[in-house]
């Protein structure tokens, strides 16, 4: 079974600051990671995937993740904010070889201070 | 590529009542997956087909839910006597799946906001 937790439910930075949102998961087989992020009354729009190459991954919207085998973690970071940053973000894990059965975390709700 | 439609974007039923939401995926995916998202949580695993067939079904999706995608194309899901802890976003997402040469992410649709009072 897989899991993932995100460690800050809420989550402020400055506009220009440094964006760090934290992810550790837990997968009994070698996992595939994901974060997606998530506007008001929308659905989920995929940031960045790992699946088993890099382990730095680059995402859009100058997001990037680095996957760290001996912390099982994927935290998502951006070296400086913009105020269209602000929305919910979502880490998810599923089992190597297939996307069925994403597991999400409970999210992390970002606000860029101006 | 139009995306992952769902319909209604909102609805708004009395306890008891049926609902039924559609989902049309991307036309080339041939996985649709049903997850449901209470507030202030992730989203949560429903179900999912390849093709026609509903290959998993989670605990959560109760005698009172049924999915179906009839063709392979779009699909519906039912809440029968709805309670109002049915109250939630409903998302669809679609993806390719190729076996072992490849899987495409899941690519989401806006959800269809149920409230039940």
């Known amino acids: 079974a897989q899991s993932v937790t995100q460690l800050g439910s809420h989550v402020s930075v400055s506009e220009g600051a440094l964006v760090l949102l934290r992810c550790n998961y837990s997968?009994?087989?070698?996992?595939?990671l994901f974060w997606y992020v998530q506007y008001p009354n929308q659905g989920l729009q995929l940031l960045l995937k790992?699946?088993?190459?890099?382990?730095l991954v680059k995402g859009i919207n100058g997001f990037e993740a680095e996957f760290k085998k001996s912390e099982t973690s994927f935290h998502l970071t951006k070296p400086s904010a913009h105020m269209s940053d602000a929305a919910e973000y979502f880490c998810?894990?599923?089992?190597?070889?297939?996307?069925?059965?994403?597991?999400f975390g409970t999210g992390t709700r970002l606000t860029i201070i101006p | 590529d139009t995306g992952v439609s769902q319909n209604p974007r909102h609805k708004i039923t009395k306890r008891g009542q049926n609902v039924t939401f559609r989902c049309d995926p991307i036309?080339?995916?041939?996985?649709l997956y049903w997850y449901r998202q209470t507030l202030g949580q992730g989203p949560e695993f429903l179900t999912y087909?390849?093709?026609?067939?509903?290959?998993?079904k989670s605990r959560l999706l109760s005698d009172r839910f049924s999915a179906e995608r009839p063709k392979g194309s779009f699909s519906t899901l039912e809440i029968q006597r709805t309670e109002q802890g049915d109250s939630a976003m409903y998302l669809c997402?679609?993806?390719?799946?190729?076996?072992?040469?490849?899987?495409?992410?899941?690519?989401f649709g806006n959800g269809t906001r149920l409230t039940v009072t």
């Open positions: 087909f390849q093709n026609e067939a509903q290959l998993e």
């Open positions: 998810a894990v599923s089992a190597a070889f297939g996307n069925e059965k994403l597991t």
């Open positions: 997968s009994s087989v070698p996992p595939y």
């Open positions: 790992y699946t088993s190459a890099a382990t």
């Open positions: 036309s080339e995916h041939n996985r």
């Open positions: 997402a679609s993806s390719l799946s190729q076996g072992t040469s490849y899987n495409s992410p899941l690519h």
